[in-house]
T-cell receptor
Framework: GDSVTQMEGPVTLSEEAFLTINCTYT??????LFWYVQYPGEGLQLLLK?????DKGSNKGFEATYRKETTSFHLEKGSVQVSDSAVYFC???????????FGQGTRLTINP | DTAVSQTPKYLVTQMGNDKSIKCEQN?????MYWYKQDSKKFLKIMFS???????INETVPNRFSPKSPDKAHLNLHINSLELGDSAVYFC???????????????FGPGTRLTVL
């Protein structure tokens, strides 16, 4: 079935460090890919998305590129801030399926 | 504010009780969802409704019964609560779109259910 695998957390970095959170997927069709972020005590917010191969989603300094050949959608940020501390979820949705399949989430902590 | 809202935010109850969680969206969306997030933060879809019609039911026990009185509301009723039902339940909404498109899902703040 369709699935998403994220790198194991938790991830702890110092402020201004470079961030990569790996995400790979398995899907029967051509999915859209998403990164959602969950700040402490809050619901999920869409961080960025990409709907076809080679698309790059970006928002708030975060980027992810849809790589069909490696079935990956890794999240990157060049210089993280303490305020980026949250749980990050990679997710996919197949055309017309109208449901999100989530990875297990990666908890990110940024220390000042 | 335009948003997806859920009530209550916290729900603590005894095993065997029946409880409901309410969800409302004022975004003009036609599709609503319930997701369950377990203690390890894993998120999984439970139900999806489009225009009050059930379109996704992901092998959820019969004790869980969603009800959609109109497009803007999707409530979740749980009978005979069990310890394993303790989780955070998220409501979400979106526009359904066509078969070749996907529309962003907007999530509510979550309801933390604790069964004692």
């Amino acid at each position: 079935g369709d699935s998403v695998t994220q790198m194991e957390g938790p991830v702890t970095l110092s402020e201004e460090a470079f961030l990569t959170i790996n995400c790979t997927y398995t899907a029967t069709g051509y999915p859209s890919l998403f990164w959602y972020v969950q700040y402490p005590g809050e619901g999920l917010q869409l961080l960025l998305k990409a709907t076809k191969a080679d698309d790059k989603g970006s928002n708030k300094g975060f980027e992810a590129t849809y790589r069909k050949e490696t079935t990956s959608f890794h999240l990157e940020k060049g210089s993280v801030q303490v305020s980026d501390s949250a749980v990050y979820f990679c997710a996919l949705s197949l055309q017309g399926a109208q449901k999100l399949v989530f990875g297990q989430g990666t908890r990110l902590t940024i220390n000042p | 504010d335009t948003a997806v809202s859920q009530t209550p935010k916290y729900l603590v109850t005894q095993m065997g009780n029946d409880k409901s969680i309410k969800c409302e969206q004022n975004l003009g969306h036609d599709t609503m969802y319930w997701y369950k997030q377990d203690s390890k933060k894993f998120l999984k879809i439970m139900f999806s409704y489009n225009n009050k019609e059930l379109i996704i039911n992901e092998t959820v026990p019969n004790r869980f019964s969603p009800k959609s009185p109109d497009k803007a509301h999707l409530n979740l009723h749980i009978n005979s609560l069990e310890l394993g039902d303790s989780a955070v339940y998220f409501c979400a909404s979106s526009l359904r779109g066509g078969t070749l498109s996907y529309n962003e899902q907007f999530f509510g703040p979550g309801t933390r259910l604790t069964v004692l």
